[in-house]
Nanobody, 125 residues
Framework: QAQVVESGGGLVQTGGSLRLSCAAS????????FGWFRQAPGKEREFVAT????????NYADSVKGRFAISRDNAKNTVYLQMNSLKPEDTAVYYC??????????????????WGQGTQVTVSS
């Protein structure tokens, strides 16, 4: 049974950093693309970043480009999201999602097969 579990969220001040982790099990990890999404209170879930199965291609939302970095360690079945220069508007529940590799819209949440339960990130001003 596939399982995706996020960790690493917390409370941080503006300008600070956090690293989120996403551990996956029950899937052939190296065959899956992974994405990070976030949802703030009262808002829709939005795309943050994605990394393809090989790790060779990444994509980011404009709002986080240059501040966030997604990476993966296929030996550890783990995906990371390094978040730097955090802003109050980054406050949200962050979700990790996995999909069997495909050439389709990576920014659409509907394109992902498995989701974690989310981890809260709060950035204080």
């Amino acid at each position: 049974q596939a399982q995706v579990v996020e960790s690493g969220g917390g409370l941080v001040q503006t300008g600070g950093s956090l690293r989120l982790s996403c551990a996956a099990s029950g899937i052939t990890f190296s065959s899956y693309d992974f994405g990070w999404f976030r949802q703030a209170p009262g808002k829709e879930r939005e795309f943050v970043a994605t990394i393809i199965w090989s790790g060779l291609i990444t994509n980011y939302a404009d709002s986080v480009k240059g501040r966030f970095a997604i990476s993966r360690d296929n030996a550890k079945n783990t995906v990371y999201l390094q978040m730097n220069s955090l802003k109050p508007e980054d406050t949200a529940v962050y979700y990790c999602a996995a999909r069997l590799r495909r050439y389709s819209d990576f920014y659409k949440s509907s394109e992902y097969d498995y989701w974690g339960q989310g981890t809260q990130v709060t950035v204080s001003s």
